[in-house]
């Protein structure tokens, strides 16, 4: 099956799509979905240059924060149409969270209570992962209660609540079983956890998702 240039670009813009969604916008600032994935880019990268020790990271992250939005402009310039056109504000904004995401990291790192820190991290991994998914699925539920015009809360409630589970029974289990052992009864226990949520919600609640 051949695949043309255009079919790529549509594919890869199909499933970014839901990034572009406004959240905030006036005439200086400019927040949509694409400035969360720069706050957490900017926090994995200084989260790594100072893991790695790597001199001047404030330089290579601000550096690298520009380079990708020049990046985005030479790729609207060479016509691959993997990003939609953005404004000076959007931009602006993005390499702004993105200096924000890294602040956040070198905050978390210089906090004494290292259980702090991997706590936070595990629940922003989750937080993110679990955006990821809701926001490009796109939940609606029955209920309007469930329901929020941006993203939807309840789905992404649980999600975040779920993976950070998967990942501190990960941990637990890791204690005492080798892998893939611990992997293997992690996600047995989630598909029963998933299973057994959704059959309550379903029978019990009368909760319908109507997404399709």
């Not at 905030?24 to 694409?34: E, K, L």
């Not at 953005?86 to 924000?100: A, N």
């Not at 539920?141 to 998967?166: E, H, M, Q």
């Amino acid at each position: 099956m051949y695949f043309s240039r255009s079919d790529i670009y549509h594919f890869i813009l199909d499933k970014t799509g839901f990034l572009y969604r406004i959240v905030y916008r006036s005439d200086y600032f400019f927040i949509d979905y694409w400035s969360f994935i720069h706050f957490f880019s900017g926090f994995c990268l200084m989260l790594s240059m100072r893991i790695l020790r790597i001199r001047r990271s404030w330089w290579l992250l601000s550096a690298s924060l520009i380079l990708y939005e020049v990046l985005e402009l030479a790729f609207i310039y060479w016509s691959v149409e993997v990003f939609r056109p953005e404004t000076l504000p959007d931009q602006g904004t993005d390499i702004l969270v993105g200096l924000l995401g890294g602040l956040a990291a070198k905050s978390a790192l210089s906090w004494k209570q290292t259980w702090v820190m991997k706590v936070s991290v595990d629940w922003l991994v989750a937080f993110a992962m679990a955006f990821v998914w809701v926001s490009s699925y796109g939940y609606h539920y029955n209920r309007v209660f469930l329901n929020s015009p941006i993203i939807n809360w309840w789905a992404l409630t649980l999600w975040t609540i779920g993976i950070y589970s998967i990942l501190k029974a990960h941990g637990y289990f890791r204690a005492f079983l080798v892998e893939p052992w611990a992997l293997w009864v992690v996600w047995g226990l989630s598909l029963a956890a998933i299973l057994a949520v959704e059959f309550f919600g379903y029978q019990v609640l009368d909760i319908r998702e109507m997404s399709g």
